[in-house]
T-cell receptor
Framework: AQSVTQPDIHITVSEGASLELRCNYS??????LFWYVQSPGQGLQLLLK??????LVQGIKGFEAEFKRSQSSFNLRKPSVHWSDAAEYFC????????????FGRGTSLIVHP | GAVVSQHPSWVICKSGTSVKIECRSL??????MFWYRQFPKQSLMLMAT?????????EQGVEKDKFLINHASLTLSTLTVTSAHPEDSSFYIC?????????????FGPGTRLTVL
């Protein structure tokens, strides 16, 4: 069974600093990979996704993520964090050709200090 | 992009009553929708798969008589929490796969906060 690991429960950064949120997956082949953001009391908003091709994907709000097959990772990055980026971030994987059901990581809470 | 709505966005009810939550795909049809439950500071837990015109498929440990799911049309799925109790208080989120997408992409509703007193 596939699994998703987000090793950091909380990440604290200062506004303007760079950010990297880690995501590792366990799956036999390359899954489809997603990053979602959830603000308090809100649903999930898709930041970016990787299906194939260029391993560096650009998303909304200045986020990007890099797929590294050798490390089974799909880390999310942002060069300069804004206070409004404080939220919960979820990495998710979907089995290609399988069901539509994503497997989510447990989430990483981003705290931004002024 | 495709939009999924939920109604209500929040609801407070008394213990023992039933609550219905609606999930609608606004600009696309969805033969399948998914219902998730999310506890504070935790990830989403898949509860069930809602199938248009047939019975829902429930995940292990989810009581189907407790959480009734109806998918009456291609744009609407409902989750009814029957005889709600305080432990049912949670954030409920639905999703629908993007129509025609071969990449299994999901669109999520904004969620419904249920508080049972």
């Amino acid at each position: 069974a596939q699994s998703v690991t987000q090793p950091d429960i909380h990440i604290t950064v200062s506004e303007g600093a760079s950010l990297e949120l880690r995501c590792n997956y366990s799956y036999g082949a390359t899954p489809y990979l997603f990053w979602y953001v959830q603000s308090p009391g809100q649903g999930l908003q898709l930041l970016l996704k990787y299906f194939s091709g260029d391993t560096l994907v650009q998303g909304i709000k200045g986020f990007e993520a890099e797929f590294k097959r050798s490390q089974s990772s799909f880390n999310l990055r942002k060069p300069s964090v804004h206070w409004s980026d404080a939220a919960e971030y979820f990495c998710a994987v979907v089995e290609p050709g399988g069901s539509y059901i994503p497997t989510f990581g447990r989430g990483t809470s981003l705290i931004v200090h002024p | 992009g495709a939009v999924v709505s939920q109604h209500p966005s929040w609801v407070i009810c008394k213990s023992g009553t039933s609550v219905k939550i609606e999930c609608r795909s606004l600009d696309f049809q969805a033969t399948t929708m998914f219902w998730y439950r999310q506890f504070p500071k935790q990830s989403l837990m898949l509860m069930a798969t809602s199938n248009e015109g047939s019975k829902a498929t429930y995940e292990q440990g989810v009581e189907k008589d407790k959480f009734l799911i109806n998918h009456a049309s291609l744009t609407l799925s409902t989750l009814t929490v029957t005889s709600a109790h305080p432990e049912d208080s949670s954030f409920y989120i639905c999703s629908a796969p993007a129509a025609g997408s071969s990449y299994n992409e999901q669109f999520f509703g904004p969620g419904t906060r249920l508080t049972v007193l």
